[in-house]
């Protein structure tokens, strides 16, 4: 049995700035299990990059190996896109944006691709701050090969073979914090309110943009004993903020509940509204950042929202001053500027 996606479009869909309507952002039919979070978080990034006008052309996708890493077939099925090996995909994203930045690389992965095989790279590509959003869907297990245990599953908790997980969790925002990331989030791909927000500005944010995402797995890990269940999910979850992204361009106004709130511009001018739940709670602070992930984690609720962001960051062009240009688009006398040029070099190291 075939499965084709249909191709009509009403002829009165509303247009973004840049002349597309939401349908020119979404990709295949998606052939992940029915109720994947997954899908649910490929919806989002349709809709925020509608949102923001992004021209698809404008847009590179890049994705490693896992479930998590087959979701760019189902979204921006006009932009660029690169599905590497496993683990592998911070490297590749350096080098095609080391090679041309004037493009938006999204990345995406899953926790094995991130947290196991990849862990290496991931600290790398944080280090580097690569101007990048990378987006981790959270499961807690390896849902492409039948459901073992993660490193990011639950001490303690019992997979659906009905073995234990004897090893201890590793948290990946809480890594990205201590590593220095400069834009750290977690979302739930069941509240589709706030993760659009949070993906918008992630992909406004210029340096190394990461988001955890907790995306369960239907098939192999929605059980009564892990904490990445739709159901733990929903009873723990609690909120760091009312978050809204607000781009430079548009004017939006929006009423928020009584209490305190901070505004964080970007290097774009775009704005970033968030409205305080916890009225200690400082987005550009990282040790609080750092000590409220550790408090969550004793009390054994989620914590989502936007933990940190350092809207004043350098990103890896910035730091080595490569050239403004891509790479492509040198001509003869940039790449052979002649022995003059060659002997000022050398005469650089003596």
């Known amino acids: 049995m075939s499965y084709i996606k249909s191709t009509f ?10 002349g597309f309507v939401k349908s020119d952002y ?3 039919l998606s052939t992940l299990c029915a109720g994947c979070g ?8 349709v809709q925020a990059c509608y949102e923001l006008s992004i021209e698809p052309h404008k847009l590179a996708k890049l994705s490693g190996i896992g479930c998590s890493s087959k979701t760019p077939t189902y979204f921006l099925g006009n932009s660029h896109g690169f599905n590497s090996v496993h683990g592998r995909m911070p490297s590749i994203t350096t080098g095609a944006n080391m090679a041309n930045h004037e493009l938006i690389y999204l990345g995406v992965s899953g926790d094995g691709d991130t947290a196991s095989i990849g862990l290496g790279q991931f600290c790398h590509v944080i280090r580097r701050n690569l101007n990048m959003t990378y987006i981790v869907m959270n499961n807690g297990c390896y849902g492409l090969t039948k459901g073992q245990d993660s490193a990011t599953a639950d001490f303690g908790s019992i997979n659906k073979s009905g073995n234990e997980n004897p090893f201890p969790a590793i948290d990946l925002a ?22 659009v927000p949070l993906i918008k500005a992630a992909l406004s944010h210029e340096g190394f943009a990461f988001l955890d995402i907790v995306s369960p797995c239907v098939t192999f890990n929605n059980n009564n004993g892990s904490t990445k269940s739709y159901d733990f999910v929903r009873d723990h979850i609690e909120v760091t903020s009312i978050f809204d992204f607000v781009p430079e361009e548009q004017e939006i106004v929006v009423s928020y509940p009584e209490g305190s709130h901070t505004y964080v511009t970007l290097h774009d001018g775009s704005t970033i509204h968030l409205s305080k739940l916890n009225p200690t ?14 408090k969550a984690r004793v009390e054994g609720s989620v914590l989502t929202g936007l933990l940190y962001i350092d809207p004043g960051t350098k990103d890896l062009h910035d730091t080595i001053n490569t050239t403004s240009k891509p790479l492509n688009s040198l ?3 940039a790449l052979n500027p002649g022995k003059d040029a060659l002997d000022k070099i050398n005469a650089g190291f003596r």
């Open 9 to 18: 479009r009403h002829p009165k869909q509303t247009k973004n700035a840049v």
């Open 26 to 28: 979404e990709g295949a």
């Open 281 to 294: 709670w400082n987005p550009t602070d990282r040790r609080i950042a750092v000590d409220r992930l550790q």
């Open 174 to 195: 809480a890594l990205a914090l201590e590593l220095g990331a400069t834009f750290v989030a977690r979302g739930f791909s069941g509240d589709k309110d706030q993760l």
């Open 38 to 45: 997954h899908d649910s978080i490929s919806a989002a990034i």
């Open 331 to 333: 001509g003869e006398e």
